[in-house]
């Protein structure tokens, strides 16, 4: 594709419930990362998936939140018991290696907790 | 772990005006400096990038300049315009298998 694709672009849930959140990276691209942003505020890491290797999830804020990349292309950020300290921007972003690649970022999903 | 600080936090200009916004980093080891446009709704865009081995990179009216030393990063805009209001973010990481690590964000008003 074009470029980085995230679905669904506004989510709201109620407290309580699970969602998942998908990102299409650019094809080819080998590293993948998921960030939260919050209103007003950075960009702060979730996880990062490179080929094969095992994830680094070591950005996870509690074990609510999870996330898997199949088959090396598509991934999706799994939010279980939502509350509401998880409103925020989660981006996704996919670069051709990792570190010294430029990573590009998809448009995000806004998610609300009511 | 790297970390990254940014400053200011919100910066308004009238157009025309120069911006600078400054980045530091903690980690020595850190060679690639990348700086995104955020716009209102929208994921993040790289604007410019630096890496360790020079100091001052230019494109059109946007420039960055690093300090390895002082472990310091900048991004100049000049003749600012309406447009280049947004949200900017400044990043460092290693290379390999390392995340990059994102300032806070710095929110430029240009004012016509």
């Known amino acids: 594709g074009a470029g980085v694709s995230q679905s669904p672009s506004n989510k709201v849930t109620e407290k309580g419930k699970d969602v998942e959140l998908r990102c299409d990276p650019i094809s080819g691209h080998t590293a993948l990362y998921w960030y939260r942003q919050s209103l007003g505020q950075g960009l702060e890491f979730l996880i990062y998936f490179q080929g094969n290797s095992a994830p680094d999830k070591s950005g996870l804020p509690s074990d609510r939140f999870s996330a898997e990349r199949t088959g090396g292309s598509v991934s999706t950020l799994t939010i279980q018991r939502t509350q509401q300290e998880d409103s925020a921007v989660y981006l996704c972003?996919?670069?051709?290696?990792?570190?010294?690649?430029?990573?590009?970022f998809g448009q995000g999903t806004r998610l609300t907790v009511v | 772990g790297e970390n990254v600080e940014q400053h200011p936090s919100t910066l308004s200009v009238q157009e025309g005006d120069s911006a600078v916004i400054k980045c530091t980093y903690s980690d020595s080891a850190s060679n690639y400096f990348p700086w995104y446009k955020q716009e209102l709704g929208k994921g993040p865009q790289l604007i410019i990038d630096i890496r360790s081995n020079v100091g001052e990179k230019k494109d059109q009216r946007i420039a960055v300049t690093l300090n390895k030393t002082a472990k310091h990063f900048s991004l100049h805009i000049t003749e600012t315009q309406p447009e280049d209001s947004a949200v900017y973010f400044c990043a460092a990481s290693k290379g390999g298998s390392y995340i990059p690590t994102f300032g806070r964000g710095t929110s430029l008003i240009v004012h016509p």
């Open positions: 972003a996919s670069s051709l290696d990792s570190g010294g690649a430029e990573a590009f």
